[in-house]
């Protein structure tokens, strides 16, 4: 039974590094939220309802933005060591 083979001259593993898409996103929502603190403190001092004000609903969304792009990545992390571990295998 013949084997495929399949060289591998152009396939380096890639180094593991923290998700572009997961720092670029957290990296705006920190920034504009730093930029609507510095300039626009009214705004954000604004309330909605009772004690709660337009920069504590930013915050929760931005920390619930940061839990779910963590969740996701790691998931995608995850999936990618599991098809590395795959290929592994296979050879």
């Known amino acids: 039974m013949a084997q495929?083979?399949?060289p591998r001259l152009h396939h380096r593993p890639r180094p593991q590094r923290p998700g572009l898409?997961?720092?670029?996103?957290?990296?705006?929502?920190?920034?504009a939220h730093l930029l609507l603190a510095s300039f626009a403190a009214d705004l954000l001092a604004t309330r909605i309802w009772g004690q709660t004000t337009i920069g504590m609903l930013a915050l929760l969304?931005?920390?619930a933005l940061l839990l779910l792009t963590a969740a996701l990545y790691d998931r995608s992390a995850g999936a990618r060591d599991d098809a590395r571990k795959g290929d592994r295998d296979a050879s």
């Open 4 to 6: 495929h083979y399949a």
């Open 21 to 31: 898409l997961f720092a670029l996103v957290n990296g705006v929502a920190f920034g």
């Open 61 to 63: 969304a931005q920390g």
